[in-house]
């Protein structure tokens, strides 16, 4: 299996505080994902790093910032959590991009969070 | 747009065969996923296809057809601990590995 850490397990909040989720992988993967998944929808894309310091948004990153100081930590912050973004947050790392079967997606164990 | 379908639930019997189909329309195309998701845990890698055809793997087999956008996942010998669901993701052509998921299928097997 895949080192890949999420924390916290699972977090209650109240809206508009903020709150920071870590992943942490001990692959020395170039690439890291954070997803949402929410019944009905799947796993969708909130942003993506492709190395230190390089981040993009992906398919849902409205109130959603991320941040990636070293090649093992990827953290998700919500500035000002609102129920929306009640959810289970999945971290994954993928090796690189030769687009072959080796570079799946390796996925942490996950974060769920409730706000209330 | 970028689309991917598959059944919400299916339902099997202990030791017989599933298909699960999943279908797809998205901008770019550089492969196709199959993952495992039981419940409360992460999803697992079950299956990766880029040509045309057939690919085995035990008791799996995953399809693919790219000029009908379409893929299957074929379990034989269903057992109990097959109950998850089943997601289907595209690699999106262009770099940095970047996948869209279907929102999945739940697998029940019964006895």
């Known amino acids: 299996d895949a080192g890949i850490t999420q924390s916290p397990r699972h977090k209650v909040t109240e809206t508009g505080t903020p709150v920071t989720l870590r992943c942490h992988q001990t692959?020395?993967?170039?690439?890291m994902y954070w997803y949402r998944q929410d019944p009905g929808h799947g796993l969708r894309l909130i942003h993506y790093?492709?190395?230190?310091?390089?981040?993009d948004k992906g398919e849902v990153s409205d109130g959603y910032s991320v941040s990636r100081s070293k090649t093992e930590d990827f953290l998700l912050t919500l500035e000002s959590a609102t129920s929306s973004q009640t959810s289970v947050y999945f971290c994954?790392?993928?090796?690189?991009?030769?687009?072959?079967?080796?570079?799946?997606?390796?996925f942490g164990p996950g974060t769920r969070l409730t706000v209330l | 747009g970028q689309n991917i379908d598959q059944p919400t639930e299916m339902t099997a019997t202990e030791g017989a065969i599933v298909q699960i189909n999943c279908t797809y329309q998205?901008?770019?195309?550089?492969?196709l996923f199959w993952y495992q998701q039981h419940a409360g845990e992460a999803p697992t890698f079950l299956s990766y296809?880029?040509?045309?055809g057939l690919e085995e793997k035990g008791r799996f087999s995953s399809f693919l057809s790219r000029s009908k956008g379409y893929s299957y996942l074929l379990l034989k010998e269903l057992q109990m601990k097959d109950s998850a669901s089943y997601l289907c993701?595209?690699?999106?052509?262009?770099?940095?590995?970047?996948?869209?998921f279907g929102a999945g299928t739940r697998l029940a097997v019964h006895p």
């Open positions: 994954a790392i993928s090796e690189s991009r030769l687009a072959g079967p080796t570079d799946t997606q390796y």
């Open positions: 692959e020395n993967h170039r690439y």
């Open positions: 790093s492709y190395g230190v310091k390089d981040t």
């Open positions: 998205t901008s770019g195309f550089n492969g």
């Open positions: 296809n880029v040509l045309d």
């Open positions: 993701a595209v690699r999106e052509s262009g770099g940095y590995n970047k996948l869209i």
